[in-house]
């Protein structure tokens, strides 16, 4: 069938004086089309008229269309169980054509930024080759909207922490930030709401609120509205990531930060600049950085263990062996994992990624070899106050640590006797226990009490009376 450009142009011709054959040779048709394109005498294509297949089931289609909830192969295979000849593609020719089922997608929008209204934050799911091992990767992208700077990383994992993390670096990355953040309506950033009904989490707000800036969040399915994020995505799964080997995810975020050195560098056809040139323009109307910006860290408290390791995230991290048993201030960021004892810092360590229950040790944590726990146990702080009170205990004490093992309560029970009770009848009693080897305090307590009563409180006998 000719088209309407076509069709006038016969029609032109003819009207001219040109013969059938003289109007088929100029536009190329053949004679029986330039008839009847003249016998009909309009330019408008006239409608194809044709019979469809699925018209006559049109009624049933509808039907099994609900019952089966739009699943077009079960309503197919109905169709053709009840005598219909009817391919599977005609039927669903015949339901884009009818709009069963389908609506025409709406024109997209158009959205234009001045300099430095708005960023736009979003992540997707990639998968990166890391130590020769493909790994799930979450990618972190945020881009600035008027001059499309853009700036990404990657995380095995990307909760509220990693967010304000990757935000901090960013923002530094582009030296300020814009007025309004819009994210979509991940739980990351949204403690309820959508849209323009959005919350975001306190937490977040006053992390925004440190830089400048407000969290604003796009209507659910509305993806044009975040066009700017979204769209570098494609090339960082297929231009940055695919057929790449990085040692590890520190590698991998030095490559990703020169990737997009490189990028915003690069000459745009579409922009007719650099990202770089149209950034200069934008830089004067970002918000400045805060004087001071804390790092961004996760707070933890964990138990040193036995072996004097603390755990974060199934990997094992070393503490100096005199604090096994107590429990530390653990600070986690995106580069290292501080212990702290109260307001000191007592452990630093490079944060790793995996694989899990690996050990990371600081040879300095550990006694000297040779020189273990087992062989030469720290004194504990009752042996020392004994001591230091009373030198002569020695010998029981060391018969007594020798029965009780790690036990520090009957030291503790043994140094309030020795500050209690009158210090020689005390040493007496304890030098009776050690000859026959009494470790039971209660035991030896009892005889303290007696040593005391026969030394301290002996009843002078009254003289005989005389009768006189």
């Given at each position: 069938m000719i088209d309407e450009a076509t069709r006038t142009a016969i029609l032109k011709l003819k009207s001219q004086g040109h013969g059938s054959r003289t109007i088929a040779k100029a536009v190329g048709v053949a004679r029986s089309t330039v008839r009847q394109v003249i016998d009909n005498g309009s330019a408008e294509v006239p409608p194809l008229v044709r019979t469809e297949l699925a018209e006559p089931y049109r009624e049933q289609l509808l039907q099994l269309y609900a019952r089966y909830q739009g699943h077009l192969g079960r309503?197919?295979?109905?169709?053709?169980?009840?005598?219909?000849?009817?391919?599977?593609?005609?039927?669903t020719a015949f339901c884009r054509k009818h709009?069963?089922?389908?609506?025409?997608?709406?024109?997209?929008?158009?959205?234009?930024?001045?300099?430095?209204?708005?960023?736009?934050?979003?992540?997707?799911?990639?998968?990166a080759r890391i130590?020769?091992?493909?790994?799930?990767?979450?990618?972190?992208?945020?881009?600035?909207?008027?001059?499309?700077?853009?700036?990404?990383?990657?995380?095995?994992?990307?909760?509220?922490?990693?967010?304000?993390?990757?935000l901090a670096q960013a923002i530094a990355y582009f030296n300020g930030s814009a007025e309004t953040c819009m994210v979509d309506n991940s739980h990351v950033v949204v403690a309820a709401g959508s849209g323009a009904d959005m919350i975001p989490a306190p937490e977040m707000v006053a992390f925004a609120e440190r830089y400048g800036f407000t969290f604003k969040a796009h209507e659910k399915g509305d993806a044009n509205r975040s066009a700017r994020v979204e769209a570098p995505f494609h090339r960082i799964d297929k231009g940055f990531l695919v057929g790449e080997n990085f040692a590890d995810w520190r590698q991998l975020n030095q490559r990703a930060r020169e990737t997009c050195e490189k990028w915003n560098a690069k000459f745009s056809t579409k922009l007719h600049a650099s990202r770089r040139e149209l950034f200069a323009a934008e830089q004067p109307y970002l918000k400045p950085l805060p004087l001071h910006v804390p790092e961004v860290y996760q707070l933890y408290t964990r138990i040193v263990d036995a072996e004097a390791y603390v755990h974060v995230n199934r990997i094992r991290y070393s503490a100096p062996y005199r604090l096994i048993g107590r429990a530390l201030e653990v600070r986690e960021t995106l580069e290292r994992i501080d212990l702290y004892e109260g307001p000191r810092r007592v452990a630093s360590h490079g944060r790793v990624y995996g694989p899990l229950d690996t050990r990371v040790t600081n040879p300095a944590h550990h006694p000297p070899r040779g020189q273990g726990l087992g062989r030469h146990p720290q004194p504990a702080p009752e042996e020392t106050e004994m001591l230091q009170l009373e030198p002569r205990v020695a010998s029981y004490l060391k018969a007594l640590k020798q029965h009780i093992g790690d036990r520090r309560a009957p030291l503790r029970r043994l140094l309030s006797m020795l500050q209690e009770y009158p210090r020689e009848a005390f040493l007496s009693a304890l030098a009776q226990a050690?000859?026959?080897?009494?470790?039971d305090l209660d035991r030896l307590e009892k005889m303290v009490l007696r040593q005391i009563a026969d030394e301290y409180f002996v009843l002078a006998l009254e003289p005989e009376s005389s009768d006189e």
């Amino acid at each position: 069938m000719i088209d309407e450009a076509t069709r006038t142009a016969i029609l032109k011709l003819k009207s001219q004086g040109h013969g059938s054959r003289t109007i088929a040779k100029a536009v190329g048709v053949a004679r029986s089309t330039v008839r009847q394109v003249i016998d009909n005498g309009s330019a408008e294509v006239p409608p194809l008229v044709r019979t469809e297949l699925a018209e006559p089931y049109r009624e049933q289609l509808l039907q099994l269309y609900a019952r089966y909830q739009g699943h077009l192969g079960r309503v197919h295979e109905e169709l053709t169980k009840s005598g219909a000849a009817l391919s599977y593609p005609a039927l669903t020719a015949f339901c884009r054509k009818h709009g069963i089922g389908t609506a025409p997608p709406p024109p997209a929008g158009r959205y234009t930024f001045s300099q430095g209204q708005e960023m736009q934050h979003d992540t997707s799911p990639h998968h990166a080759r890391i130590g020769g091992i493909l790994t799930a990767v979450q990618t972190a992208s945020l881009v600035l909207c008027y001059s499309r700077m853009i700036f990404f990383q990657h995380y095995p994992r990307f909760t509220r922490f990693e967010c304000k993390a990757f935000l901090a670096q960013a923002i530094a990355y582009f030296n300020g930030s814009a007025e309004t953040c819009m994210v979509d309506n991940s739980h990351v950033v949204v403690a309820a709401g959508s849209g323009a009904d959005m919350i975001p989490a306190p937490e977040m707000v006053a992390f925004a609120e440190r830089y400048g800036f407000t969290f604003k969040a796009h209507e659910k399915g509305d993806a044009n509205r975040s066009a700017r994020v979204e769209a570098p995505f494609h090339r960082i799964d297929k231009g940055f990531l695919v057929g790449e080997n990085f040692a590890d995810w520190r590698q991998l975020n030095q490559r990703a930060r020169e990737t997009c050195e490189k990028w915003n560098a690069k000459f745009s056809t579409k922009l007719h600049a650099s990202r770089r040139e149209l950034f200069a323009a934008e830089q004067p109307y970002l918000k400045p950085l805060p004087l001071h910006v804390p790092e961004v860290y996760q707070l933890y408290t964990r138990i040193v263990d036995a072996e004097a390791y603390v755990h974060v995230n199934r990997i094992r991290y070393s503490a100096p062996y005199r604090l096994i048993g107590r429990a530390l201030e653990v600070r986690e960021t995106l580069e290292r994992i501080d212990l702290y004892e109260g307001p000191r810092r007592v452990a630093s360590h490079g944060r790793v990624y995996g694989p899990l229950d690996t050990r990371v040790t600081n040879p300095a944590h550990h006694p000297p070899r040779g020189q273990g726990l087992g062989r030469h146990p720290q004194p504990a702080p009752e042996e020392t106050e004994m001591l230091q009170l009373e030198p002569r205990v020695a010998s029981y004490l060391k018969a007594l640590k020798q029965h009780i093992g790690d036990r520090r309560a009957p030291l503790r029970r043994l140094l309030s006797m020795l500050q209690e009770y009158p210090r020689e009848a005390f040493l007496s009693a304890l030098a009776q226990a050690e000859r026959y080897r009494l470790f039971d305090l209660d035991r030896l307590e009892k005889m303290v009490l007696r040593q005391i009563a026969d030394e301290y409180f002996v009843l002078a006998l009254e003289p005989e009376s005389s009768d006189e």
